[in-house]
């Protein structure tokens, strides 16, 4: 069993900055990418950040230049710096992570965490 677990998350007002963390825990044998989703009300769920084992980075163009991902392979962690918040950031944050477990070590998984709510006031 593997579990994602997000947090960080919460009200700002525009302009200001969040952090967010997500903990990958269970029986990993390795993690291979690991990312940031958000679906806002009434769209689709959409790629923010992502990140590599080898920590090359991609980002959404509406990101780009404010949001920072990173990754701690030894606490099997990503994490994603938010700053100059509008608005339209305003959804669900969901951590995506491609994991091979103890059991199955050969086949990397798409695991999710629960999601957490980024709220960006006017």
């Known amino acids: 069993q593997v579990q994602l677990v997000e947090s960080g998350g919460g009200l700002v007002q525009a302009g200001g900055s969040l952090r967010l963390s997500c903990a990958a825990s269970?029986?990993?044998?390795?993690?291979?990418?690991m990312g940031w989703y958000r679906q806002g009300p009434g769209k689709q769920r959409e790629l923010v950040a992502a990140?590599?084992?080898?920590?090359?980075?991609n980002y959404a163009d509406s990101v780009k230049g404010r949001f920072a991902i990173s990754r701690d392979n030894a606490k099997n962690s990503v994490y994603l710096q938010m700053n100059s918040l509008k608005p339209e950031d305003t959804a669900v944050y969901y951590c995506?992570?491609?994991?091979?477990?103890?059991?199955?070590?050969?086949?990397?998984?798409?695991?999710w965490g629960q999601g957490t709510q980024v709220t960006v006031s006017s």
């Open positions: 269970g029986s990993i044998f390795r993690i291979n990418a």
């Open positions: 990140i590599t084992s080898g920590d090359s980075t």
């Open positions: 995506n992570a491609h994991i091979a477990t103890s059991q199955a070590m050969g086949i990397f998984y798409n695991y």
